[in-house]
């Protein structure tokens, strides 16, 4: 990296009211996830080395492949910086999630995206997550 760049990354986190294992359910099964982040996915239950795609009207059909997954704490997929691309076919970024139990019951949520190429497609993904999050706070309570 060059002195004085900045890492192409986004980082954001929420607090929900529901507990771990219900977040956890929400961002690795298909039928949860699809209720606040896609608007379908063609999958299975994420864990590693699960492929599928995840699609939105708006935006098109990216691909995913999770690398790890340690329930219910964290979790890493990469998905395809392109919409209709193969997850081999061309650059990804990579998603790590983490989830911690608040003392008060509920779930502080962690996402740590990086790997951007450029700057335009870091903010398109910035402003996604904000929207994206709020959806998954609007479903757990938040």
Do not use: C
């Not at 982040?37 to 795609?53: D, K, M, N, Q, V």
């Not at 098109?60 to 997929?77: D, I, K, Q, T, Y």
């Not at 193969?86 to 989830?99: C, F, N």
């Amino acid at each position: 990296m060059k002195p004085g760049s900045r890492t192409l990354e986004v980082t954001k986190q929420i607090d929900v009211e529901a507990p771990i294992d219900h977040v956890w359910a929400a961002i690795t099964q298909p039928s949860e996830l699809a209720r606040w982040f896609p608007e379908a996915i063609e999958s299975g239950p994420l864990a590693p080395g699960t492929r599928g795609w995840l699609t939105w009207k708006a935006y098109g059909r990216f691909a995913f492949a999770v690398e790890s997954a340690e329930a219910p704490r964290h979790l890493v997929w990469r998905w395809s910086h392109e919409a209709g691309r193969e997850i081999d076919a061309g650059p990804t970024t990579r998603v790590e999630w983490t989830l911690e139990t608040r003392p008060d019951g509920g779930t502080r949520v962690t996402v740590r995206e990086t790997g951007f190429l450029t700057e335009k497609h870091l903010g398109e993904n910035t402003e996604g997550w904000d929207h994206e999050l709020g959806e998954l706070v609007a479903l757990l309570g938040g």
